[in-house]
Structures are given as C-alpha cells and as structure tokens.
C-alpha cells in the first residue's frame, strides 16, 4: 500500500474528538478540493504486515485509517488483520468511492465527510460536513442523515484567515441552533497545535 505517513496523536474531529488514536494516512486522492488543508501526495510502499508492526508500536487501540481518500487502496486485508489484533478500525473518507461489503465489514466506524462528487459509499456513521459559510446548501446532507442515519457533524472550514474563520464559525453556530440535530466539530488539533 503508498503509506503516505503513520502517527499517533489524539482525534481531532467528530464524534471521537479527544481519544487518543494512531493514524494510518494513506497517499492519494480523486477529489482536488481547494479547501484542503492535508498533504498527501508523497509515500512510502509498505505491506500490510510492515503497517501493523508499525501501528503496533503505539499503546492506543484506536486505529483511523485515513488520506487522502483511502478507499482508492483498502480492501479487507488491512482492517480484517487490524480488527483481528483487537483494533478499533475507523476510516475517513469522502464517500465518492463505493467499498465491498466485506471491507465495510472489517470497519467499525465509517466517517463519511463529502465534497462534491457524488457520495457512493454504502454506510455512514458518521457525517461530517466541512461547512464554508452562508449560502453553502446543506440540502443534499440533511438528505444523506436521514437516508443513512448517521450523527451529523459540522465542521467549519479553515480557510486561513482569522476574521474569515470568525464569520464561517459563526455561520455554522447559527446553522446548528436553527437544525438542532447536528452538532459542532472543531478542529481541536489545531487549536492546541498537536499533530
């Protein structure tokens, strides 16, 4: 697999904000959004034994898998060795590239964070819209909950500038006291600067 890096650090986002996490960052992606703020192009070649044995070397039992989009690479191998170790195994994703039956099935917890393509993946637990401010339709995502029931987050897009960031929080403050059923997802990470 093009392992772009692998870490350990704590959840910044969404549901498991807060828990302490080794994250497997996988190279590549087929969406080029500009709000982007991961880089994920370099890799290192590594099978599936040398990311366990790397993973394992961290204490956490949480694993994220992660990109990127990691769906262009993962099949089954990799989260069903995971699960079988004991492991926690979550991706991240944005949903535009179906995976089997039998990957979703190695997979406990799938945070599904859609951009603009169409989302083809066939399980959602969680929701994670990165909201760019007023006027941004979350028509489509007020859908996808309801179809997939997953817990709705929303997230305000870092677009690097403070009093923009200010008013794109704002936004979704607003957003969230007018459609109670979702909830807020900072990026804590970069809040307390932690990888």
């Not at 498991?16 to 994250?23: D, I, L, M, Q, Y």
């Not at 497997?24 to 703020?37: A, E, I, P």
């Not at 989302?119 to 007023?134: F, S």
Request: net charge negative.
């Amino acid at each position: 697999m093009r392992v772009n890096e692998i870490f350990y650090s704590l959840q910044g986002e969404g549901r498991w904000t807060g828990r302490a996490a080794v994250f497997l960052r996988l190279s590549g992606c087929n969406l080029k959004c500009s709000f982007c703020d991961t880089s994920h192009e370099g890799y290192t070649e590594m099978s599936v034994a040398e990311i366990v044995a790397a993973i394992g070397v961290h204490p956490a039992r949480h694993v994220v898998i992660t990109g990127g989009e990691p769906s262009l690479q993962l099949d089954a191998e990799l989260p069903g060795e995971l699960r079988s170790r004991g492991y926690y195994v979550q991706i991240e994703t944005n949903g535009s590239v179906a995976l089997s039956a039998d990957v979703l099935d190695m997979i406990d917890w799938v945070t599904c964070s859609p951009k603009d393509a169409p989302v083809r993946i066939g399980r959602i637990d969680e929701l994670k819209v990165v909201y760019r401010g007023e006027g941004q339709s979350m028509d489509a995502y007020e859908t996808m909950v309801q179809d997939y029931g997953a817990l709705p987050y929303l997230q305000p897009c870092d677009v690097g500038v403070a009093s923009a960031n200010a008013r794109i929080t704002a936004s979704a403050i607003d957003y969230i006291k007018s459609h109670p059923h979702w909830t807020l997802s900072l990026q804590t990470h970069k809040m307390l600067d932690i990888l």
